[in-house]
């Protein structure tokens, strides 16, 4: 358990802001140049996204005082998984429930692939960080899937629930498909519970990022591929033919697709105020940085490498208003208590940063 978990910190605060895999303004700009049906679907997702958005902060707004932990209340080492079947559905309330922890695999196969890839991301914390759930207390890991009509995303909504839209079939597919995307979007979870990374510019995209990085770890480990061996694609299972072949990538930012404008050096950083400030076009950053990290540790990216950006973000000292010199501070200050200070990974995390120009302090 991390010791700032296990002390209740504020940090964790309930506050969370709508982190979906897709982000508003590449919708807006598939829209743009879309047939009539698309154009509808990719539309009907942004209106979903944005009710959602106006949902959530009106509950923070009413939130006056942060959650504070509780004791486990189990011994951790196995999920606890539920899988509902929203029907197409529109409402955030869970459906029918499908599947169970334990129970034999059901007809259909989003319920499956939901059910396996959130077993494989509890595996992953638990058997790497010794992470038990988000929550790091066994939380309940609940999926709900098809969620909307040809609804082009997928989410976590801060409470353990994690949404899966079926896509229309040209800007996503199925997203039950995606490991690393459900790793990313219940990374979003770990994130809220440990750093509480404000979703807004620098910080925003580091959470972001986190997310991206853990979500390939659950991939990569799942898969037993070496940092040598993975592609470092983020989403490759659940794009459409117009985002093939990826959403994002780790190794090359800004080439994932015809539509990927992610810059790989703070050369190329990106002041909007679109997307909360660009968070997930200026992920592509650090992003870039924790690929040369595994790259040039070598052997699995989920060891050190992981280790390193995992005792980053359990870190106190990782304020909510990170910024990328600070985040990358922390990472140098960890991969050095824990390895050394002349160490191959400190000296890679080092040159990593300076790689992308980010300086570290």
Same mark, same amino acid.
């Given at each position: 358990?991390?010791?700032?978990? %296990?002390?209740? =910190?504020?940090?964790?605060?309930?506050?969370?802001? #709508?982190?979906?895999?897709?982000?508003?303004?590449?919708?807006?700009?598939?829209?743009?140049?879309?047939?009539?049906?698309?154009?509808?679907?990719?539309?009907?997702?942004?209106?979903?996204?944005?009710?959602?958005?106006?949902?959530?902060?009106?509950?923070?707004?009413?939130?006056?005082?942060?959650?504070?932990?509780?004791?486990?209340? +189990?011994?951790?080492?196995?999920? +606890?998984?539920?899988?509902?079947?929203?029907?197409?559905?529109?409402?955030?309330?869970?459906?029918?429930?499908?599947?169970?922890?334990?129970? !034999?695999?059901?007809?259909?196969?989003?319920?499956?692939?939901?059910?396996?890839?959130?077993?494989?991301?509890?595996?992953?914390?638990?058997?790497?960080?010794?992470?038990?759930?988000?929550?790091?207390? $066994?939380?309940?890991?609940?999926?709900?899937?098809?969620?909307?009509?040809?609804?082009?995303?997928?989410?976590?909504?801060?409470? $353990?629930?994690?949404?899966?839209?079926?896509?229309?079939?040209?800007?996503? @597919?199925?997203?039950?498909?995606? @490991?690393?995307?459900? $790793?990313?979007?219940?990374?979003?979870?770990?994130?809220?519970?440990?750093?509480?990374?404000?979703?807004?510019?620098?910080?925003?995209?580091?959470?972001? =990022?986190?997310?991206?990085?853990?979500?390939?770890?659950?991939?990569?480990?799942?898969? $037993?591929?070496?940092?040598?061996?993975?592609?470092?694609?983020?989403?490759?299972?659940?794009?459409?033919?117009? #985002?093939?072949?990826?959403?994002?990538?780790?190794?090359?930012?800004?080439?994932?697709?015809?539509?990927?404008?992610?810059?790989?050096?703070?050369?190329?950083?990106?002041?909007?105020?679109?997307?909360?400030?660009?968070?997930?076009?200026?992920?592509?950053? !650090?992003?870039?940085?924790?690929? #040369?990290?595994?790259?040039?540790?070598?052997?699995?990216?989920?060891?050190? !490498?992981?280790?390193?950006?995992?005792? @980053?973000?359990?870190?106190?000292?990782?304020?909510?208003?990170? @910024?990328?010199?600070?985040?990358?501070? #922390?990472?140098?200050?960890?991969?050095?208590?824990?390895?050394?200070?002349?160490?191959?990974?400190?000296?890679?995390?080092?040159?990593?940063?300076? %790689? /992308?120009? /980010?300086?570290?302090?």
């Amino acid at each position: 358990m991390s010791a700032r978990t %296990a002390q209740g =910190s504020p940090r964790a605060a309930s506050r969370h802001s #709508l982190a979906c895999i897709l982000p508003p303004d590449l919708l807006i700009e598939l829209a743009r140049g879309a047939d009539a049906a698309h154009r509808d679907s990719l539309l009907s997702t942004l209106a979903i996204d944005q009710g959602l958005r106006v949902a959530r902060a009106e509950i923070a707004a009413r939130t006056l005082q942060h959650p504070t932990a509780v004791g486990r209340t +189990t011994a951790g080492g196995a999920p +606890t998984r539920r899988i509902y079947d929203q029907a197409h559905s529109n409402d955030q309330v869970p459906g029918r429930l499908v599947r169970s922890e334990g129970d !034999p695999p059901d007809a259909d196969h989003s319920v499956n692939q939901a059910y396996d890839n959130f077993g494989y991301t509890y595996a992953l914390y638990w058997d790497i960080f010794h992470r038990d759930s988000i929550d790091d207390q $066994g939380m309940p890991l609940e999926g709900l899937v098809h969620f909307g009509t040809n609804y082009d995303n997928a989410f976590y909504d801060g409470a $353990g629930h994690m949404f899966f839209g079926d896509g229309d079939g040209k800007t996503l @597919t199925d997203t039950t498909r995606g @490991t690393d995307v459900v $790793g990313h979007e219940l990374t979003h979870g770990v994130t809220q519970h440990e750093a509480n990374l404000t979703y807004s510019g620098q910080s925003g995209a580091l959470n972001e =990022s986190c997310s991206d990085v853990f979500g390939v770890l659950v991939k990569q480990y799942h898969l $037993g591929q070496s940092a040598q061996q993975a592609d470092w694609l983020i989403g490759a299972d659940i794009v459409g033919p117009l #985002l093939s072949p990826a959403l994002r990538s780790m190794k090359a930012p800004g080439t994932a697709n015809q539509y990927d404008h992610q810059p790989a050096t703070m050369d190329g950083y990106v002041r909007t105020t679109t997307d909360n400030g660009g968070v997930h076009t200026n992920s592509g950053i !650090p992003n870039r940085a924790f690929y #040369l990290v595994a790259t040039g540790i070598g052997g699995n990216a989920w060891e050190a !490498p992981g280790q390193i950006w995992y005792d @980053t973000l359990a870190d106190p000292r990782l304020r909510p208003n990170a @910024t990328f010199s600070s985040f990358a501070g #922390l990472t140098l200050r960890s991969a050095r208590s824990r390895y050394g200070t002349a160490s191959k990974e400190a000296n890679a995390v080092s040159s990593a940063w300076d %790689a /992308v120009k /980010v300086r570290a302090h």
